[in-house]
C-alpha cells in the first residue's frame, strides 16, 4: 500500500475511534460519518490504478475529520464552534457551516483531480486545460451539496428526533440556503488558490 495512504489511515483511525466512544446521538453519528465510512474505503480500493495526489490525500483527511469531530458531539454542540460564538459574539454555533465550506472546498479538487485524469477536459489543445474546466467542478460541488440538503430533509422526516441534531439549524430559518452559498464559497476558493498547486502534484505523480 502507498506510503501516503498509509499515513492518511493511522492518522484518521485514532480520531474515528474517539468519535465512535460515547457519541451525543449515535444515529446522527451514524448519519455524519456515513461518508467517511463510504469514502475511505473507495480510496482504499482504488489507490492502486487511481492513486490520489498528496494535496487532496490531505484535504480529504481535513474532511473527515470535521465530519467525525461534528458526529461525535452533534454540529450545533461541537466545542470549538461555542468557543468562536462566544469570543465573536454569534448567536449560533457555526462549526456547521465549516463543514459546509469544506463539503464545497475539498470536492472541489476531488471533481477537478478526477476530470483532468479522466476526461477531455485535461487539455484544449495547447496544453493547458479546458475553460469548462472551472464551471463545470462547481457545478459538481453544488450539485453534491444540494443532494445532501435533500439527504438531510429526507431524514428529518423519518426520524423527528434525529431532525435538529442532523439539521443543525439552530433556528436559523435560510439555514438550508446558506449552508449550499458556503459550500459554493468553498469550491470556488479552492479553485482560486489551489489549482496550480493541484497541476504541479498531477503533474509529479503522471511522472511517477
Not at 69 to 75: F, L, Q, S
Amino acid at each position: 500500500m502507498d506510503r501516503r495512504l498509509l499515513w492518511f489511515l493511522a492518522l484518521l483511525g485514532p480520531v474515528f475511534v474517539w468519535s465512535a466512544i460515547g457519541p451525543r446521538d449515535r444515529l446522527t453519528w451514524w448519519l455524519e460519518v456515513a461518508p467517511v465510512l463510504i469514502g475511505v474505503p473507495l480510496i482504499v480500493a482504488v489507490q492502486r490504478r487511481f492513486p490520489l495526489t498528496s494535496l487532496l490525500l490531505v484535504l480529504v483527511w481535513l474532511h473527515a475529520v470535521i465530519l467525525i469531530v461534528g458526529g461525535h458531539y452533534t454540529y450545533a454542540l461541537v466545542p470549538a464552534g461555542d468557543w468562536a460564538r462566544e469570543w465573536f459574539g454569534w448567536s449560533r454555533n457555526n462549526y456547521d457551516k465549516l463543514g459546509h465550506f469544506a463539503q464545497g472546498f475539498v470536492p472541489a479538487i476531488l471533481a477537478r483531480e478526477i476530470l483532468l485524469r479522466t476526461s477531455p477536459l485535461r487539455d484544449r489543445g495547447d496544453g493547458r486545460p479546458s475553460r469548462w474546466l472551472g464551471f463545470l467542478v462547481v457545478s459538481v460541488c453544488l450539485g453534491f451539496s444540494a443532494f445532501y440538503e435533500l439527504i438531510e430533509w429526507v431524514a428529518a422526516l423519518l426520524s423527528r428526533e434525529a431532525a435538529e441534531s442532523f439539521l443543525g439549524t439552530q433556528g436559523y430559518v435560510w439555514d438550508t440556503q446558506s449552508d449550499m452559498a458556503w459550500a459554493l464559497g468553498g469550491a470556488l476558493l479552492a479553485l482560486l488558490l489551489l489549482s496550480r498547486w493541484h497541476d504541479r502534484q498531477l503533474a509529479r505523480l503522471a511522472a511517477a
